[in-house]
């Protein structure tokens, strides 16, 4: 899937509600809890077969391949879940600003180091980027805040809170939240207008 396409799914997904059935929701989680289980043994990511992740989440290979095309996708909808994750928590904001917004986005960070790691041992950072930059240029649409270069910005600030993301879930030396929060807060002040 190249990077139009990625941004178009997440433009279309972020412009509706995230609705997912019950079922669908169980299927979900016992994926993601098999992908995980599969990551902790040191199994590459490219060598699991969708067979083998089915046996270990104990879900039939036709359900599988009625919500999914690849195990990518399992990652793909846990990326588009989290995004939803901190949308839902701005909304219900009545004050929103870039001090309250990034402390939403690292605390909700710290409660999905899983995730990250799973997209670094997947390698799919440029396909996951492509969805955060959807999500930030609708955010800067939602502002009116329209420019010729909100496309390059949206691009640069998806992959730049992805890899940040990714850095702190992902360091061998662990970081805590109130210093994560000081590092975005520091690296992105020179990249976000504070309101």
Same mark, same amino acid.
């Given at each position: ?40 043994? %040191? ?14 989440a104990q879900v039939s290979r036709a359900t599988f391949y009625r919500h999914h095309d690849t195990i990518a996708d399992v ?10 994750q901190y949308q839902q928590q701005v909304d219900a904001q009545s004050d929103i ?5 990034? =402390? ?7 409660? !999905? ?9 997947? =390698?799919? =950072? ?7 930059? %959807?999500?930030?240029? =609708? ?10 270069? !909100? ?34 807060? %520091? ?9």
């Open positions: 899937m190249d990077t139009c396409v990625s941004q178009s799914m997440a433009k279309a997904f972020l412009n509706q509600p995230l609705n997912i059935d019950q079922r669908k929701l169980k299927t979900e989680a016992k994926l993601y809890q098999a992908l995980l289980e599969l990551h902790q043994t %040191g199994i590459a990511f490219n060598k699991i077969s969708i067979q083998q992740l089915c046996e270990r990652i793909m909808v846990a990326s588009l879940t989290f995004i939803n600003n870039f001090d309250s917004g990034s =402390q939403l986005l690292v605390a909700l960070l710290y409660t !999905q180091f899983d995730l990250f790691q799973l997209i670094a041992w997947s =390698q799919l =950072q440029t396909r996951i980027a492509a969805v955060f930059a %959807g999500a930030v240029q =609708q955010t800067l649409r939602l502002r009116d805040n329209s420019s010729p270069e !909100q496309r390059f910005i949206s691009q640069f600030l998806g992959t730049a809170i992805l890899n940040f993301n990714l850095q702190v879930a992902t360091s061998p030396e662990p970081i805590t939240q109130t210093t994560a929060l000081k590092l975005f807060r %520091g690296l992105f002040t020179h990249h976000i207008n504070r309101d």
